[in-house]
Every structure is written in C-alpha cells, then in structure tokens.
C-alpha cells in the first residue's frame, strides 16, 4: 500500500541558506501535518492543512512557511536557516479531517544545517 | 490543554526480561485517540497501536500488550521477553478531535536499551 512519501530525506545546508521539504499524503487523504524533532526530542506539531487550507498551526518560527496544493501535497519552506533548525521534518497524512484517528507519518526528512 | 507525560527516561534491561512503559496523559475531551510509536535509531516512526477513548480493552499483539486504564489516565505498553531488537525510542501520543484537526501530542519518550 501506499505510504506519505518526504523528499529529500537528506538534506545539508548552510546557515542562512533557504530550505524545501515535500511531502505526498496517502492518495484521497485530505489532511497533512508538519512535525519537527530535535536531537534527543519528541516531535513538535508545526502546522497542518485540512483540504488545502491551513487548519492548525503550533510551534512555527516566522521564517517557515508551508501550503498544500491542488493535488494534497505539501511544501515546508524554511528560510534563514540557524543551526538550531537542524532536525527531522515528519510529514504525516490522515482523511477526514482526522477525524478517523488514523494518522500515517512519512519517513522524516533529516535537515542539517552547518 | 493536552499533555502526555512519560515519567521514564531511560530503561535498560537484560534480553528476555518482561518491560513495562508508562504513559499517562491529561485532556478535557471526551473522544480522544492514544498512540504508541516505536522510533529505532534509524529514525523513522513505527506505529504500534491506536486506541480510542471509548475502548478500553486490553490488547495482546505478540509479545505487546497495552492496558488502558481511564480511570488513571494510563495507556501502559509492556514488552514481554524482551528482544535486542526492541531498543528505540518510545513514544507515546495523544490526539485530540477538535474538528478538522488531529494533531498529536508526543510524550518526551522512553530510552528502551536491551542487552544481550
């Protein structure tokens, strides 16, 4: 069965620099949710959309930004990266608003920011 | 506002030794999802079981079982004999239905560490 896809999973850049993470919800999923883990921290919710639409949103800097397009995937913008932006971005996909319960998380994609 | 409290930190155990992972959690909402993620050291995170508020049956997978008890706020998660392969990371999780949203609340998570 089909998973979320995150791409890339690696990614290395310098601080400053600019940064995208994609992520590709389960087909007919409608709800995609951003999660950041530090080094030795539990994931924190950054932001989620619901039919395109941003539906919550936790513990983002200004300096993020993210959308879900026509097609349900999204896009996590991460500008003037710092060192402390360095962590594993989940992207986690659910129907129904989530109303289901079900929650599927993709495989992270690692940033490292030097 | 929702909050999961894992009180251990770090467990090490002799492979083969039954281990049990605390989890309680704190929330106004009646309907309310419980999660238990495995997280290896190769980072992705494994789903382990999702249980909703108003089943609060005991489940056996295996060598897992988890014992859901409202009445303390407790979703406890026991590894029987206890395999190499079991350490990782821990997490347990709570969502909250408030309308178009299920966002999760982690736990700061278990160190489990099996030794040979």
């Known amino acids: 069965a089909a998973g979320v896809i995150q791409s890339p999973r690696h990614l290395i850049k310098e601080k400053r620099e600019t940064a995208t993470l994609k992520c590709y919800p389960i087909p007919r999923h409608d709800t995609v949710y951003w999660y950041q883990q530090g080094p030795g921290q539990d994931p924190q919710f950054l932001i989620s959309f619901y039919e395109k639409m941003q539906s919550d949103k936790g513990s983002i800097p200004d300096r993020f930004s993210a959308q879900q397009f026509s097609d349900y995937h999204s896009e996590l913008n991460m500008s003037s990266l710092e060192l402390g932006d360095s962590a594993l971005y989940f992207c986690?996909?659910?129907?129904?608003?989530?109303?289901?319960?079900?929650?599927?998380f993709g495989e992270g994609s690692r940033l490292t920011v030097l | 506002a929702q909050k999961v409290t894992q009180a251990q930190t770090e467990i090490s155990v002799v492979e083969k030794e039954d281990v049990t992972l605390d989890c309680v959690y704190e929330t106004r909402d009646t309907t309310y999802y419980l999660f238990w993620y495995k997280q290896p050291p190769s980072g992705e995170l494994v789903f382990l079981i999702r249980?909703?508020?108003?089943?609060?049956q005991n489940e056996i997978s295996g060598r897992y079982s988890w014992n859901f008890q409202k009445s303390t706020s407790s979703f406890n998660f026991t590894i029987t004999a206890s395999q190499v392969v079991d350490s990782a990371v821990y997490f347990c999780a709570l969502s909250e239905q408030t309308g178009a949203n299920s966002k999760l609340t982690f736990g700061k998570g278990i160190t489990l560490s099996v030794r040979p």
């Open positions: 249980r909703n508020s108003f089943d609060e």
């Open positions: 986690a996909s659910s129907r129904l608003g989530g109303n289901t319960g079900e929650l599927f």
